[in-house]
């Protein structure tokens, strides 16, 4: 089980810049106002000599942090699946989902530019509290005396793996605005770095991780989830890891890197493609929560997901993928949008999340494959996913001439695989062909009227206060 009043007390642990700022004086943002909670533990008690069941509850609630940005009112596959294209929420009580960020005209709302203070930036926060989560853990075990130096570097393994997560996720949001990688003092972070500076500095946390887990011995002495089964141990998450690396090398466009770190991942072309560490829920047990992106099947939610006709039309005929987008027997009409296919990509409300899994992993060595001018093995790699993600027939050489064919033939299975997995937007534009240039006559496929794309959410408004108020020396 993930939440306890030990996971709650944690919570105060991962609080983000932005709630910090929320917490601050309005005349004063370079004070940072003391919080004192009779209710819950502070982190100074955990800080200095925490105890075994503290650090216990810490590795608890860094794990669990990875679930914020997916939770709430504004989830991350939901916004980036909007701006990519992918869905379109349907929601009744909420007119912004399906004008301002699908880039629409409406009576109330410019599409010059997003909303930083909107509810769809939400998850902001949400990834931010992981990183807090994680130095807080990972500064409580350097400072504790009931664990070893193995045992520390497990912590630092671990925890330098979520925070590189953790600013991945931000990144993935924030796109081009880049973000924070210097958080070490919650009070004084360092300045907003541009898109390819973080991406080294989270491939740099992620190697320096990976080292951690080298010297953590045989066994980690906190808890994980049954999300983690099989890669609860350093080696076994060190894989994990590895996984990530190979993400992050992929969208650097360091191919051969990325091939480096998919070989000691847990990429393999007959395990299971849903092999890989999840984020677990519980809607049924107190203080948990259920997966946001379920969805009752033929429903009349005030929020429906739905699916644009496109993501169907243009799909090979027989995909077996296409069940993630089932037809409604009732179409349902918002906004002028008609929601005729709805987004059921998990069966229950406790259905877990991947954080990565091996039918990505194989997506990412197929394209660092045709990259590097492996062609034989991107092949490979790509027919086992349309073989058995798809139901599809394989290819062979001849229907792939040449690297933009084998590139176009990837992006259509990564659009499949991982649809609704917050990869789409991300996708389009890291490889340029996400066109935010719209002409004027340029439609929805399902609405006819014009819209702009955008490429990602505005920096948060807390974010640019607290900048304009503590400018760089």
């Known amino acids: 089980m993930l939440t306890s009043p030990t996971?709650?007390?944690?919570?105060?642990?991962?609080g983000s810049l932005a709630t910090l700022l929320l917490l601050a004086g309005c005349d004063d943002l370079t004070q940072?106002?003391?919080?004192?909670?009779?209710?819950?533990?502070s982190i100074e008690s955990v800080l200095t000599n925490a105890s075994l069941p503290q650090l216990n509850a810490l590795a608890v609630g860094?794990?669990?942090?990875?679930?914020?940005?997916?939770?709430?009112?504004?989830?991350?596959?939901?916004?980036?699946?909007?701006l990519g294209r992918e869905v379109t929420v349907l929601a009744q009580t909420e007119s912004r989902w399906y004008f301002e960020l699908q880039g629409r005209a409406s009576?109330?709302?410019?599409?010059?530019?997003?909303?930083?203070?909107?509810?769809?930036?939400?998850?902001?926060?949400?990834?931010?509290?992981?990183?807090?989560?994680?130095?807080?853990?990972?500064?409580?075990?350097?400072?504790?005396?009931?664990?070893?130096?193995?045992?520390?570097?497990?912590?630092?393994?671990?925890?330098?793996?979520?925070?590189?997560?953790s600013k991945l996720h931000l990144l993935m949001l924030q796109g081009d605005n880049g973000i924070r990688v210097d958080l070490d003092n919650i009070e004084r972070p360092g300045p907003f770095v541009a898109r390819d500076a973080a991406l080294t500095n989270i491939r740099q946390q992620l190697d320096e991780a990976n080292t951690n887990l080298g010297a953590a011995g045989s066994t980690f002495f906190f808890p994980l989830s049954s999300g983690y089964a099989g890669f609860n141990a350093p080696a076994t998450f060190a894989q994990v890891n590895r996984g990530l690396a190979a993400r992050v090398a992929l969208y650097q466009k360091d191919y051969a890197g990325a091939l480096t770190a998919i070989g000691a991942s847990f990429y393999s072309r007959t395990a299971a493609l849903g092999l890989g560490p999840k984020m677990v829920f519980s809607a049924t047990t107190a203080s948990d929560a259920g997966n946001a992106y379920f969805q009752v099947a033929d429903g009349s939610p005030s929020a429906?997901?739905?699916?644009?006709?496109?993501?169907?039309?243009?799909?090979?005929?027989?995909?077996?993928?296409?069940?993630?987008?089932p037809i409604r027997?009732?179409?349902?009409?918002?906004?002028?949008?008609?929601?005729?296919?709805?987004a059921r990509v998990f069966p229950?409300?406790?259905?877990?999340l991947d954080i990565i899994r091996n039918e990505e992993l194989l997506l990412i060595a197929a394209e660092a494959r045709a990259n590097t001018g492996d062609l034989a093995g991107a092949l490979a790699d790509i027919n086992v996913i349309r073989t058995r993600a798809g139901g599809l027939p394989a290819l062979t050489a001849a229907q792939l001439p040449n690297l933009?064919?084998?590139?176009?033939?990837?992006?259509?299975?990564?659009?499949?695989?991982?649809?609704?997995e917050g990869h789409r937007l991300v996708d389009l534009r890291r490889l340029d062909r996400l066109r935010t240039q719209v002409a004027p006559n340029q439609t929805l496929p399902f609405s006819t009227t014009p819209f702009k794309l955008f490429p990602n959410l505005e920096r948060p408004a807390a974010e640019k206060a607290f900048d304009a108020a503590n400018p760089t020396p």
């Open 7 to 14: 996971f709650r007390r944690s919570l105060l642990a991962s």
């Open 32 to 41: 940072i106002d003391s919080v004192t909670d009779p209710n819950n533990a």
């Open 62 to 82: 860094t794990e669990a942090s990875l679930r914020l940005g997916h939770l709430g009112n504004s989830t991350n596959n939901q916004v980036l699946g909007t």
């Open 107 to 165: 009576p109330t709302a410019s599409i010059n530019q997003l909303d930083d203070a909107a509810f769809y930036n939400g998850q902001y926060t949400g990834f931010a509290r992981v990183g807090r989560a994680a130095r807080v853990f990972r500064a409580s075990a350097a400072n504790s005396s009931v664990i070893d130096a193995t045992q520390k570097s497990g912590v630092d393994g671990f925890t330098r793996t979520y925070e590189a997560l």
């Open 304 to 325: 429906l997901v739905s699916v644009p006709t496109n993501f169907v039309t243009e799909a090979e005929t027989g995909d077996l993928r296409l069940a993630k987008a």
């Open 329 to 342: 027997t009732t179409p349902l009409t918002v906004g002028g949008i008609t929601g005729v296919y709805e």
């Open 348 to 352: 229950t409300q406790n259905s877990p």
């Open 404 to 420: 933009e064919a084998y590139i176009n033939e990837i992006l259509r299975q990564r659009r499949y695989s991982l649809f609704y």
